[in-house]
T-cell receptor
Framework: KNEVEQSPQNLTAQEGEFITINCSYS?????LHWLQQHPGGGIVSLFM???GKKKHGRLIATINIQEKHSSLHITASHPRDSAVYIC?????????FGTGTSLTVIP | GAVVSQHPSRVICKSGTSVKIECRSL??????MFWYRQFPKKSLMLMAT?????????EQGVEKDKFLINHASLTLSTLTVTSAHPEDSSFYIC????????????FGSGTRLTVV
């Protein structure tokens, strides 16, 4: 069993839809990261969370430490949001990564 | 904010040659750098941890002589893939702890290596 599980693995949405990607983890963490990987491979760090909620533009990330769960929300999705979204947790000693959620937003 | 600049973003090399990937911390000192590898449709996997001025720590199964890591300064860590083979084709990414940001980590943008 992976230390970090993401769902769904693949997601197709119509432009404008509200999108949620979920991440559950089984280890104690000091922080959780959401990463965005574009088709060309480049990775962008979207959020680092240790508690609560963060918002940046149309992106919202939440974390529930007690439930060991985080969600990434995208409001008013756009085709340029199409990418792989990766959840990563840091235990204080090392990172564990989810396998990613491949999002395709159709115009 | 803190940035880790990773170069090159893409490289194609011939089998048997060596390729160097650089990660530079901009506006902060990276005493530690993590190096990851990603196989297609797989998670990022930690390869090694480099520390400035000392030998890198490699994860089990990672060949030290094949993946040479140098962390000679507080702002530069390099990964050299020696005698590259097609099976080394992968996506390589680095990350560094970011001082003064509450324990955050900054990721490089990654390097897509293709060995032909």
């Amino acid at each position: 069993k992976n230390e970090v599980e993401q769902s769904p693995q693949n997601l197709t949405a119509q432009e404008g839809e509200f999108i949620t990607i979920n991440c559950s983890y089984s280890v104690g963490i000091s922080a959780l990261h959401w990463l965005q990987q574009h088709p060309g491979g480049g990775i962008v760090s979207l959020f680092m969370l240790s508690s609560g909620k963060k918002k940046h533009g149309r992106l919202i990330a939440t974390i529930n430490i007690q439930e060991k769960h985080s969600s990434l929300h995208i409001t008013a999705s756009h085709p340029r949001d199409s990418a792989v979204y990766i959840c990563a947790v840091h235990t204080g000693n090392q990172f564990y990564f989810g396998t990613g959620t491949s999002l395709t937003v159709i115009p | 904010g803190a940035v880790v600049s990773q170069h090159p973003s893409r490289v194609i090399c011939k089998s048997g040659t060596s390729v160097k990937i650089e990660c530079r911390s901009l506006d902060f000192q990276a005493t530690t750098m993590f190096w990851y590898r990603q196989f297609p449709k797989k998670s990022l996997m930690l390869m090694a941890t480099s520390n400035e001025g000392s030998k890198a720590t490699y994860e089990q199964g990672v060949e030290k002589d094949k993946f040479l890591i140098n962390h000679a300064s507080l702002t530069l860590s390099t990964l050299t893939v020696t005698s590259a083979h097609p099976e080394d084709s992968s996506f390589y990414i680095c990350s560094a702890p970011t001082q003064g940001s509450g324990g955050g980590y900054t990721f490089g943008s990654g390097t897509r290596l293709t060995v032909v």
